[in-house]
């Protein structure tokens, strides 16, 4: 299969690479913030990210296919305390701080990710199989959660991130898990953020961090493996 590299796509034929990133056995898939405190249509979604409901039905339609292939599918979301001890009468993120300088002012943006509020709930599908991380209190799906124990508890050691958003939790999530020496694949018509950054961020991860890929080729890679069993 190809990957894109600096985006250039190119076949993979190097066996490590193929070994180490494209084993279906040896891998999770994560959706990262796909619920509606981002992604919701109401007027008072605390911080839409509305790029991110384009990819809802084509997430649905991989992670099915995964469940086919048995490669579980772990779901992570943010979610906070509802006193605001985790951040606004805390340590404030970051991103809190500096992104409305761009955007300009989020109304509501005080409600989002409250644990047990409507906007935790996720807007992709969710199956009893699947596996749900709860807890992720910054940028990346890794911290403060259980997501690294879940995962070398499953055995897994390549992860495939989707979802919101391209160039922030999901490139920080690419970034930890990298860090702690799981392989990275970014499917990269999966996920999306802010659009001028998409690219940006998935040349980012193709330099330093895995591959980048189209899903369709993944989803035939893995057909094809286990065609071969």
Partial sequence: MNAYFDNVKKPVTDKILQDLYLDANKTAVITIDMYNGH??????CPCPALRGREIIEPINNFTAAC???E???IHVRSTLRKDG???IKGNISA???VFPMTVGPIPGIEQHALEGSKWTEFAVDVRDSDYIVNGKKRLSAFYPTDLELLLRNLHKETIVLLGAMTDCCVLNTAFDGANRDFRIVLPQDLTRGSEHLEEAACRIVSLHL???VDSSELLEEWRNQKSKR
């Fill in 71 to 73: 490669v579980p599918v």
């Fill in 67 to 69: 469940r086919e292939l």
């Fill in 39 to 44: 992604l919701s249509e109401d007027p008072d």
């Fill in 95 to 97: 991103w809190r701080l």
């Fill in 210 to 212: 895995g591959l980048v």
């Fill in 85 to 87: 001890s985790d951040d």
